[in-house]
């Protein structure tokens, strides 16, 4: 069984500063790891995914995420963050290779804001 | 960029009607999910759809839900009887094989008066 810890349900920054969003995860097999924005009124965006190989990923607009296994952490970053990053952001895993199929497992979600 | 699509967008039934959720997934993909996000909670797993058949449905997909994928095409979620609890956002997400990530599509509100 997985699960998806999101520390934080609302996040806040100012426009240009570092944008450092928490997931931490539970997995009893090797897991995938997914992040997805979802802007309001709008459907998931996938932004990045771990599968295997480089543990630092980069996705799009500017994210980038690290998958460290010894901390079971893919935390969500972003150097310098803009106003339409404003949105909620998901975390999610699937573990691959369980019978019980590869569905995903969502985290709470945390609502970014970012400030002028 | 391909999409997967859903349709409506948005449908308002009263409690004990029938509802259909259409869904186009990509067409070279294999796999099809449901999922489901009631208003301000977290995304939570129907059902998968792989070979023609279900692959795994969670909890929540009970004797009230059906899939069908029944011209090849397109993937339905029909709910039987609707209860005031099932208003929620309803998506749709394909991809082509187990390695790959989850394309979603905009989601249906479904809202149940």
């Known amino acids: 069984a997985q699960s998806v810890t999101q520390l934080g349900s609302h996040v806040s920054v100012s426009e240009g500063a570092l944008v450092l969003l928490r997931c931490n995860y539970s997995?009893?097999?090797?897991?995938?790891l997914f992040w997805y924005v979802q802007y309001p009124n709008q459907g998931l965006q996938l932004l990045l995914k771990?599968?295997?190989?480089?543990?630092l990923v980069k996705g799009i607009n500017g994210f980038e995420a690290e998958f460290k296994k010894s901390e079971t952490s893919f935390h969500l970053t972003k150097p310098s963050a803009h106003m339409s990053d404003a949105a909620e952001y998901f975390c999610?895993?699937?573990?691959?290779?369980?019978?019980?199929?590869?569905?995903?497992?969502f985290g709470e979600g945390t609502q970014l804001t970012v400030n002028p | 960029e391909p999409e997967v699509t859903q349709t409506p967008s948005h449908q308002v039934t009263q409690m004990g009607q029938e509802v259909i959720l259409r869904c186009v997934p990509i067409?070279?993909?294999?796999?099809f999910y449901w999922y489901r996000q009631i208003l301000g909670q977290k995304v939570e797993f129907l059902v998968s759809?792989?070979?023609?058949?279900?692959?795994?449905k969670s909890e929540i997909f009970d004797d009230q839900f059906s899939v069908e994928r029944p011209d090849g095409s397109n993937f339905t979620l029909k709910i039987r009887s609707t209860k005031l609890e099932d208003s929620a956002m309803y998506f749709c997400?394909?991809?082509?094989?187990?390695?790959?990530?989850?394309?979603f599509g905009s989601g249906t509100r479904l809202t149940v008066v």
């Open positions: 759809f792989y070979n023609n058949e279900i692959s795994e």
């Open positions: 067409s070279n993909h294999l796999y």
């Open positions: 999610a895993v699937s573990a691959l290779g369980e019978t019980s199929g590869s569905r995903l497992t």
């Open positions: 997995s009893s097999v090797p897991p995938y």
């Open positions: 997400a394909s991809k082509p094989d187990q390695s790959y990530g989850y394309t």
């Open positions: 771990y599968t295997t190989g480089a543990t």
